[in-house]
C-alpha cells in the first residue's frame, strides 16, 4: 500500500511517522520549498504529547517544549482575577515540532516544493496527484493534510462557506531572559473588561516568548502588513495595557510578526471521498481560543493509523475515523464559537471564560471518545479490537 500525504505540517509529518511503523510506503509531499517558522508556537494537550512520545520510542531526539503550570488572568490597570494551576498543557516551537517529526521519517520521505493541483483519474478511480511544478505522485490512498485552506478539500467537496473574521490575531516572539524567566511556565492574557482586546504570552524557554494581541476589528485595524506598521498598531491599542506589554514588544522581532485572521468552518458530513481522506485543520477548523488545533491534529493521526492498521479496506477505517473523531471535533468547534463570542462581548464579568479547553477537554460528557477507543489511542494499544 502506498500512501500519499499532502501537506508536510504536523498533520502529515505526524501520519507520515504513523503509516510507516506499520511498513506503507509513504510519500509526504510539501508545498514550500524549505522548512519555515511561520507560526512560532502553540500549546498542545497532554493527551497528544502522550502520542508524540509513543512515536518518539527507539529515537535519541529530545521532545521539544516545556510544561505551562499556571494561567493567569489579568486586566489592564494590572489586578489578577484569576489564576489557576494546570496538569496537561505544554508550549511548542512550531519549527522544533516539525523538526522533531522529520527525524522520526525515513530518509528523502518528504518532497517540497510541491503545491498540490489536481488528482488524476484511470477508470474512473483516483490514481495520482498532480503538483503545480508538474509532479505526479501515484498511490493508492491520498490524504489531505493541507491545512485550513485545503486545495484537496476542495478537490472533492468542492468550495466550502469558511466563517467571517470576527476577531484578528497579531502574533509575534519576543527574546528577553528577564521576561521569559520572570513568567516561566506561565500563561497570562490580560483582556478589557468591556470590549473585545486581549495581550497574551507564554514562554517557550528561558530566553524567548511567544505573544499575541487578539482584538475585534470592529474596534480598528490595521491596513498594512509593513512590520514597522503592525508594531506602531500594536503599541497604538495596547497603550493603556501594563508596562510588560511594552517590555514584550520592544524586544520583539518586527520581522517576524503577523496578522492572523481567524476563522472556521462547520463540521463536514464527511472527512472522505472515494480513496482521499482528510486530516487536521483540512478536516476540521477551530478558533484559536480553544488551543486545540494540533492537538486534534496529532489525536486525529493515531487514530486513522489505528483504524487503518485494523480495517479490512480504506473504506472502513475512513467511516471509523469519521465516527470517532467527529463528535469531538464538532463540539470543539462549537465551544470555539461561544468563547469567540464571550471574548467580542464580555459583559465585564469578572471571570472571563479558560481561552483553551480546560484539562477535562477529552473527558467531559459530551467530547469524550468512547472509552475503549479513548483508551487504546491514548495508551498507545496497537489494536482497539483486542
Known amino acids: ?161 469558511l466563517s467571517p473574521v470576527a476577531v484578528k490575531e497579531i502574533v509575534g516572539s519576543s527574546r528577553s531572559k528577564k521576561l521569559a524567566r520572570r513568567y516561566a511556565h506561565m500563561f497570562v492574557k490580560i483582556q478589557e473588561a468591556s470590549r473585545g482586546l486581549a495581550f497574551g504570552m507564554i514562554p517557550t524557554d528561558d530566553q524567548e516568548a511567544v505573544w499575541f494581541m487578539q482584538y475585534d476589528p470592529r474596534i480598528a485595524d490595521t491596513v498594512s502588513d509593513e512590520p514597522g506598521d503592525i508594531r506602531d498598531f500594536c503599541y497604538d491599542m495596547l497603550r493603556d495595557f501594563p508596562a510588560v ?51 486534534n491534529a496529532i489525536i486525529g493521526a493515531k487514530t486513522l493509523s489505528l483504524f487503518l492498521e485494523k480495517a479490512k479496506d480504506p473504506e472502513a477505517a475512513f467511516r471509523d475515523y469519521y465516527r470517532v473523531r467527529s463528535s469531538v471535533v464538532g463540539e470543539h468547534i462549537r465551544l470555539g464559537r461561544k468563547l469567540r463570542e464571550d471574548f467580542l462581548f464580555p459583559g465585564g464579568v469578572e471571570k472571563l471564560p479558560m481561552p483553551f479547553l480546560s484539562p477535562e477537554w477529552n473527558t467531559g460528557p459530551r467530547m469524550q471518545l468512547p472509552s475503549r477507543e479513548r483508551h487504546f489511542l491514548i495508551r498507545g494499544h496497537k489494536n482497539p479490537s483486542n
Open 1 to 161: 500500500m502506498k500512501v500519499v500525504i499532502i501537506g508536510g505540517g504536523i498533520a502529515g509529518l505526524t501520519m507520515g511517522a504513523f503509516l510507516q511503523r506499520l511498513d506503507a510506503d509513504v510519500v509526504v509531499c510539501e508545498k514550500m520549498a524549505e522548512l519555515g517558522d511561520k507560526g512560532h508556537a502553540f500549546l498542545i494537550h497532554g493527551d497528544a504529547l502522550s502520542i508524540l512520545r509513543e512515536l518518539r520510542m527507539g529515537s535519541r531526539v529530545s521532545l521539544p517544549g516545556t510544561t505551562v503550570n499556571y494561567f493567569s488572568q489579568r486586566r489592564p490597570g494590572g489586578e489578577e482575577i484569576r489564576k489557576e494551576a494546570l496538569s496537561s498543557w505544554h508550549c511548542m516551537r512550531r519549527c522544533e515540532l516539525t523538526g522533531f517529526l522529520h527525524t522520526l521519517l525515513k530518509p528523502l520521505t518528504v518532497v517540497q516544493g510541491r503545491a498540490f493541483s489536481h488528482f488524476i483519474r484511470e477508470r474512473g478511480k483516483i490514481v495520482a496527484a498532480a503538483f503545480a511544478n508538474g509532479e505526479v505522485e501515484y498511490g493508492n490512498i491520498f490524504i489531505g493534510a493541507d491545512g485550513a485552506n485545503s486545495k484537496v478539500r476542495e478537490a472533492i467537496f468542492g468550495p466550502i462557506d
Open 245 to 295: 506589554v511594552k517590555e514584550v514588544l520592544t524586544s520583539a522581532d518586527p520581522g517576524k510578526t503577523y496578522v492572523w485572521n481567524t476563522k472556521d468552518f462547520d463540521l463536514l458530513p464527511s472527512f472522505h471521498r472515494e480513496n482521499v481522506v482528510l486530516l487536521g485543520d483540512a478536516a476540521h477548523l477551530t478558533l484559536p481560543f480553544t488551543s486545540a488545533g494540533t492537538t
